[in-house]
C-alpha cells in the first residue's frame, strides 16, 4: 500500500537556522501531497500542499517541492524562529472512493532562541 | 467561531466502559473523519462520511462505531473499552472527497483508559 516516511526526530535547531525535514513517499498513481503542522496542544493545520508534479507548495516561508523522479516532498524554511516550534507531518492523499490522508510518523521540531 | 469542535477535550474512564465522542463542524463541508494519534504521535484514519454515508471504514475493531446524525455531526462511540484505546482522537472535515482538498482538523479528544 501506499506509505510516507519522514526524518527520525526530534530535531533541534537554533533561531534563524536553515530548516529541511525529508519526506519520501510510495504510492501508485500520482496522489497529492500535503504538510501538516500541529502545535502544542492542538490539531494539525494545512501548511502547504502540492498536487502534481513539480509544483511547489509554500506558506509562511516554508517550502515544498513535488518530485517525481525522487518520490518526494521535502520540507524546507531559510530562518526559523521560536515559533515554528511544532510537530511536522508529510501526508499523501489516497482515492479509495474517498479521500484518504497517509500520514508520515511525523517529526518533533524545536526553535532554541 | 471554532471551525471543527469536539467534545470532551479530555475523557478518563475505565476499562470495560462505554463511551462517546462528538464531534461538529460549522463549514458547511460534506465529508467527515475520524483520526486516531497514538503516543508516538502516529496518526492513522478510522472513519470517513460524506453526506451522512460511511465511506471508509479501516480495520478499526467493531467496539467503534462512528454515528452520522446529519453533514455538519460525526459521534465516535466506543464499546467495552480496553487500554490499547488510550490515544488522542481527531475529528476533521473537508469540503468533498477530491485528493487535493483540505482537512480542517479538531482540536482532539485525550482517551485515557485505567
Known amino acids: 500500500g501506499n506509505s510516507v516516511t519522514q526524518m527520525e526526530g526530534p530535531v533541534t535547531l537554533s533561531e534563524e537556522a536553515f530548516l529541511t525535514i525529508n519526506c519520501t513517499y510510495t504510492a501508485t498513481g500520482y496522489p497529492s501531497l500535503f504538510w501538516y503542522v500541529q502545535y502544542p496542544g492542538e490539531g494539525l493545520q494545512l501548511l502547504l500542499k502540492a498536487t502534481k508534479a513539480d509544483d511547489k507548495g509554500s506558506n509562511k516561508g516554508f517550502e515544498a517541492t513535488y518530485r517525481k523522479e525522487t518520490t518526494s516532498f521535502h520540507l524546507e524554511k531559510g530562518s526559523v524562529q521560536v515559533s515554528d516550534s511544532a510537530v511536522y507531518f508529510c501526508a499523501l492523499s489516497e482515492i479509495q472512493g474517498a479521500q484518504k490522508l497517509v500520514f508520515g510518523q511525523g517529526t518533533r521540531l524545536t526553535i532554541n532562541p | 467561531d471554532t471551525a471543527v469542535s469536539q467534545t470532551p477535550k479530555y475523557l478518563v474512564t475505565q476499562m470495560g466502559n462505554d463511551k462517546s465522542i462528538k464531534c461538529e463542524q460549522n463549514l458547511g463541508h460534506d465529508t467527515m473523519y475520524w483520526y486516531k494519534q497514538d503516543s508516538k504521535k502516529f496518526l492513522k484514519i478510522m472513519f470517513s462520511?460524506?453526506?451522512?454515508?460511511?465511506?471508509i471504514n479501516e480495520t478499526v475493531p467493531n467496539r467503534f462505531s462512528p454515528k452520522s446524525p446529519d453533514k455538519a455531526h460525526l459521534n465516535l462511540h466506543i464499546n467495552s473499552l480496553e487500554l490499547g484505546d488510550s490515544a488522542v482522537y481527531f475529528c476533521a472535515s473537508s469540503v468533498g472527497t477530491g485528493s487535493s482538498y483540505e482537512q480542517y482538523f479538531g482540536p482532539g479528544t485525550r482517551l485515557t483508559v485505567t
Open positions: 462520511y460524506n453526506n451522512k454515508e460511511l465511506i
